[in-house]
């Protein structure tokens, strides 16, 4: 039986009411059809246009029509580039803040798993129409230990990569990679350190998926990379053809790294 639209609209009144449907990073009213960020904040979002080469001293825009960076021999880098749809440390004007920093926090910690659905569709589409995306098949979403997923009730990589596959049809591949041991946090540690405590900390569970495959790792956020690469070093390791990273921003400014990432 269909609802009178007098008890919808009560209903929604009621709701707004209790919840009152404000934006995330001006906590200005939102309008009716905005979802979580207005259409004001969502305009003032910088788009970064390129891909970029996985060395954070290197730093190189790759080339769409570039399998990876031009120059050759950096050390313990296992990705061929990483695409990030903004900068994390974009800064938008006293209101806003810095708003990819805020949003991301939301989606890790406050449950806003709009946060994915709205920025990983836009990464979508880029995924989708630039040419060095073409040969790759699959998402691996960059897995959580056990322990912290638990605590979290969900691992944000792995809804980022979920709308990722509905916009661009390829799969993702869940539990491939598995993270074998509980890393310790990586903030008061120097880059090198980040590095060694990551190591060793991840195993591909089977190999048979990931031998000759091209394949998407994806997180939330890109700083100096140590995780990306050492688990695109276990898919290398197994047989991958190629590996490249895809997430929601990229640290620009590596001095403001965000807590419990690498
Ligand atoms: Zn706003
Ligand atoms: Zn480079």
Not at 7 to 30: A, E, S, W
Not at 236 to 258: C, E, F, H, R, Y
Request: glycine content about 6%; some cysteine; overall charge neutral.
């Amino acid at each position: 039986m269909e609802i009178p639209a007098i008890i919808k609209r009560t209903g929604r009144d009621l709701l707004n009411f209790v919840y009152p449907p404000f934006c995330i990073l001006c906590d200005q009213y939102l309008e009716e059809g905005d979802d979580l960020i207005c259409f004001n904040c969502l305009s003032n979002l910088d788009w970064l246009p390129f891909a970029y080469c996985p060395d954070r001293n290197c730093n190189m825009i790759v080339p769409s029509d570039l399998e990876g960076c031009p120059v050759d021999g950096h050390k313990g880098i296992h990705l061929k580039f990483i695409r990030a749809l903004g900068n994390f440390n974009q800064y938008a004007g006293d209101n806003i803040g810095e708003p990819y920093s805020m949003l991301i926090h939301e989606l890790k910690y406050n449950h806003k798993h709009s946060v994915a659905r709205i920025l990983g569709s836009i990464l979508g589409r880029i995924i989708d129409i630039e040419p060095h995306f073409k040969d790759y098949e699959a998402f691996i979403p960059t897995p959580l230990h056990s322990t912290r997923r638990r605590e979290r009730g969900y691992n944000q990589s792995e809804l980022i990569a979920d709308v990722l596959s509905k916009s661009t049809g390829k799969p993702v591949l869940k539990g491939l990679v598995r993270r074998k041991r509980h890393t310790k946090s990586q903030t008061t540690l120097s880059r090198l350190e980040r590095k060694k405590n990551i190591s060793g900390a991840f195993e591909v569970t089977d190999k048979t998926k990931v031998q000759g495959r091209s394949l998407l790792l994806v997180d939330d956020v890109y700083t100096t990379g140590s995780t990306l690469n050492e688990i695109a070093l276990v898919l290398n390791d197994a047989g991958a053809s190629k590996i490249a990273g895809v997430t929601l921003a990229i640290a620009m400014n590596l001095s403001i790294i965000p807590e419990d990432k690498v």
